[in-house]
């Protein structure tokens, strides 16, 4: 599964979807009995972003590739 789509799948289980950005992401693939726990740990991350942020903030959300597979971050902006 692309991993566009399970940065999506994550954002779309937190209440506070609305103030999570996508950004611009490698094509990656994810194996298929990954994809479960990683939607999980990242909406778990995502939530946590959203909750001890101010409400005014935006969540920007990206993975890169990297040298052994790939690397997200989320970082909280004014």
Sequence with gaps: MPLYSVLRGAMSRILAYDRV???PVSEVAVVGNAVEPLIHALAELLDNATAY?????????TAIECRRGSRSRSRTAA
Excluded: A, F, Y
């Excluded at 942020?53 to 920007?60: D, E, F, G, L, Y």
């Design 21 to 23: 950005e996508l950004d």
């Design 53 to 61: 942020s101010p409400p005014t903030t935006s969540v920007h959300l």
